[in-house]
């Protein structure tokens, strides 16, 4: 059945949105080195440690720290372009006009922006509300600015990148005019961002400034709470500035009025009293363990295929955050694709922030709560209970781990690491089963339903990315013939994963689309201009049957090929070529042969029966020996198949003979080794 018009556009919206965390990937990857910068800039500076380490005290230390501070600070303070960049990029399959054209897009909209508000570099001052990007004063947008400039130029990209111009102006004409436009563009997404982002900061003031201003639990744990909520979006600044510098009073020692519940803790520490205001500072502990948690269910989670990958994508992130405390490297990859799981782990961490209380643990911080923190002003302090800080967070991110797995597979969450691999037997087929080649592209574009079906096809660095008119039309089973790693489907979006070859895939299915030619070279070699003649031999004894009478649609209605099914009734599975083993499965279910007339041919011991894992079957061949026809492969316990309920017919398909069909001359009993009874036919 197909569907609407309004349905496609709401299932391309919703893939936009689930490209959203991957385009972000590129600019994550540099995170970890700013934070690691930053948290080294710290430990070599901090006065503590000096004290305890005399030699750091010297001029060649501190303009290390300084030069590492600097660098670090280069990569924190401009997430925003980076990620402008990064997205733009990744949904222009890696243009660099695209990324060319997000910068130019960036300083316009922080240039009109400064322009409409009248911001000065006096103004910039006020970090909480403004900011000065790449030198111009503007309003402190944050990283989610970046981001809506990566979208913005990624649709002007898309828009303008095939523009016609009037002769006279054909220079800017085509992906020329896409910077040009940016620039516009940007400009015009300064104007809502001017209407909207002051108000938002309104907002959270009057929030902050109706708060009070003693040191009630539940005050300064919803300060954090809100603190941490609003970080993704880079509105937490303002709250952070709030309750930091500004909510409470503590007169000191000296008689000094302390405003700001982070002032107000170095200020006590000073004057060696009870600390009073660490509940929120304790958040940052708290945070860590609990958004180590979700990333570790997202790992765990993560398919078999994928987990590797998963875990490398966070494992530096994970360093970061325990050393310095920074969390943008953890949350980033999965906040906009699921941000359930960022705030299951942000209430955990506002529980935790009530518990600690009651436990009178009083460790600080000053900058982000990582480890340096936690061993200054925890242990070094000796801070009431601070021993009991870890434990609290592994509790909380115990609970929060099995919290965020749930959830995951609940709701079949869009995280990291995440593909709906297909069970079906066919999902096992080999790769090397359909060549790299056009009969491979052909396969794929027919699994989508034909060209007529794929309403936009797109690539990333390891997957397609299509979207399509009818699902119905989908065969999701043959994709892995093809070679695929695994599907995901949400809607009427598919990502079929390919690996490093899905660009030169998606080359070749554009090329076919496009009606371009296509390298020939790979196409199915015959020893004789006039087709076929090596002989086909029966490969086990039963009852040789057609193709189209084997009980499963892929291999019925031929999606990988010709073919033919014998149901066995000898333990014996026979090679019906010369030729070579060119694949054994695993799970033993299935070999494939490449004759020496080039036909590639799968032969598949039963349906479905990957999931006997191996027990029925005996190969007598390894991968890349030389075999002869009628040679023994593989003994077959047929009796097992059939007591655990699978069909036991013995499937022969020839993968990459496109044009051909098998004639069977005979049905019903044969032997192994008959000859004349399998022909191959245009």
Known sequence: MSITKKAISRNKIFASIQTLGPSLTTGIAVIPLGGLMLGLSSILTNTTIIDALPFLNNSIITTVAVLFSNLGNLIINNLAIIFALSVAMSYSKKDSIAAFSAFLAFMSMHTVIGQILNITAKTAEDWTRYATVLGIPTINVGVLGGILVGLVTAFVYKRFKDTKLPMALSFFQGKRFVPIMSIIFGALLAIPICIVWPALQNIISIIAASSGSNFNVWIMAGMSLLTFSLMPFGLHTIIYATWAYQLGTYISSSGTAVHGLLNIFFAQIADGVPLTTTVPLMGNYLFTGTCIAVVLAIIKEATPENKDKTKSLFTGGIVTNFVTGITEPLFFPFVFSAPILYFLAVVFMFVGEIIVYFLNITVGISYCGGIVDFIIYGVLQNANNWYLTPVVAIILGAVTYVCARFLIRRFHLNVPGQECFEDSDASNVLASSVNTSESRAKTIIAAFGGKENILEIDVCATRLRVQVNDTDRVEIKLFTATGAAGVMNVGNSYQIVYGTNAPLLFEEIKAIINSKTINKSDEPISNNANGFHENILVPADGELIPLNQVNDKVFS??????????????????????????????????????????????????IDTVKLKGVPFEIIVNEGDIISENQLLARVNYDYIKEKGFDPTLVTVFTNIPGYKVSLEKQGDVKHGDKEVIKIIK
Do not use: C, Q, R, W
């Not at 010369?578 to 011991?605: C, M, R």
């Open 557 to 606: 209605e031929e999606m990988m090929g010709t073919g033919f099914g014998v149901v066995s009734t000898d333990k014996g599975v026979y090679s019906p070529v010369n030729g070579k083993i060119i694949t054994v499965f695993p799970t033993k279910h299935a070999i494939g042969i490449l004759s020496d007339e080039n036909k590639e041919i799968l032969l598949h011991i039963g």
